[in-house]
């Protein structure tokens, strides 16, 4: 992206509404600073009482008027909704007319000392104000990624990755994925979602079993009506909850799938997990919540060290998982976890439903063999 300083004048649009807002505050602050002198920066926003052709006529007074103190001043058309009313080259609409003029002012050059920002979804790259802005400055499109596209997920990998460098953190490629995988294509959820795992994992690294553990989309709700089906190995049971979950849905049947997926995941992980603590602490389903409860910090923080996270679970819940590894062979297990990644993997590569690989996947692992 050319700097700031190279340009006066910026479009930011596309269909992306959360990234939209998200690039246009960050110029904003490169453009007139964090904490900015009122004189120094005009913000216009849309309001019930004005019309949409005298907000541009005012937009455009404050584009003519220099800073009241001297210096750089910057505009800003905040988050702006009403692109689509521009019209075409004939139309004979106040609206249609405050957007030409609009554009014809632009193309005559702004002052210096005048930087113009605008942000809003719907602007048409092949209208007049479009096409002026990239030619007399910058035209920034940022689109939603179309889960129709075989490589929409790696797209939505790639702006997780970078929110994450934004914010000074690097995550992992398989981090990246998993969290497309779990929230889909809701670029709104990106910024909550990186910033759960910055908390999470403090000054430690980002790793996948981190964001498997506290990214989980939404639906956190109904996690326990399948793992309970599949700690008892029902399948019909997990089917039936499926079913029932994605025909209540709202969002994107395809991005509810991998929410599932990504559960059955972590589920089948704690699972192993329980399993071989048991093994190493020669005990049975029974006792590990009185296991739990009697360790010492000390030897609490041993275990993590070593990677059973099990050492800080909820000591009932711990129980719970334990009751549903005994009902499973550990090379089920392994089997299990390899069995979802390679879902996963089919989920890039593959052009079938996640909603097809989700259910093979329960009937191959849930039923009793």
């Not at 300083?5 to 600073?33: C, M, S, W, Y």
């Not at 599949?230 to 025909?247: F, K, Y």
Request: hydrophobic share 40%; charged share 25%.
């Amino acid at each position: 992206m050319p700097s700031p300083a190279e340009n006066n004048v910026f479009l930011v649009t596309g269909d992306d509404e959360p990234v939209i807002r998200h690039e246009a505050e960050k110029l904003a602050r490169q453009l007139a600073g964090e904490n900015p002198d009122p004189f120094a920066l005009d913000i216009f926003r849309e309001q019930d009482a004005l019309a949409t052709a005298e907000l541009l006529r005012q937009l455009m007074h404050a584009l003519k008027s220099p800073s009241f103190l001297g210096g750089r001043k910057t505009v800003w058309l905040q988050h702006f909704n009403s692109f689509a009313s521009e019209g075409t080259a004939n139309s004979d609409t106040a609206d249609a007319k405050a957007f030409r003029e609009l554009a014809d002012l632009i193309k005559k050059g702004l002052p210096g000392d005048i930087v113009l920002l605008m942000d809003g979804p719907g602007a048409d790259g092949k209208k007049a104000l479009a096409k002026t802005c990239k030619d007399k400055g910058q035209l920034l499109l940022c689109q939603k990624p179309n889960v129709r596209d075989r490589n929409w997920q790696a797209a939505m990998a790639e702006l997780v990755a970078q929110r994450g460098a934004a914010k000074g953190v690097k995550l992992p490629r398989e981090v990246c994925l998993f969290l497309a995988g779990a929230i889909g294509t809701d670029t709104a959820a990106i910024e909550s979602e990186v910033e759960k795992l910055i908390c999470f994992c403090g000054d430690q690294p980002v790793t996948l079993a981190a964001a498997e553990e506290i990214c989980t989309g939404q639906g956190e709700e109904v996690y326990w009506a399948l793992t309970d089906a599949l700690g008892e190995r029902d399948a019909a049971e997990a089917l039936r909850v499926v079913n029932t979950l994605l025909s209540q849905t709202n969002t994107d049947p395809e991005y509810a799938s991998r929410n599932l997926l990504g559960q059955v995941a972590s589920f089948y992980r704690q699972l192993l997990q329980i399993l071989l603590f048991m093994a190493r602490e020669k005990i049975g389903a029974h006792a590990v919540k009185s296991t739990l409860d009697q360790l010492t910090d000390e030897e609490r923080n041993a275990l993590l060290a070593d990677g059973f996270e099990v050492a800080g679970m909820n000591s009932w819940r711990a129980q719970n998982l334990a009751k549903g590894a005994t009902r499973y062979q550990g090379q089920e297990l392994v089997d299990a976890v390899c069995a979802v990644r390679d879902a996963y993997r089919r989920c890039i590569t593959a052009n079938v439903s996640v909603r097809v690989l989700l259910e093979e996947t329960i009937l191959r692992l849930a039923s009793r063999r």
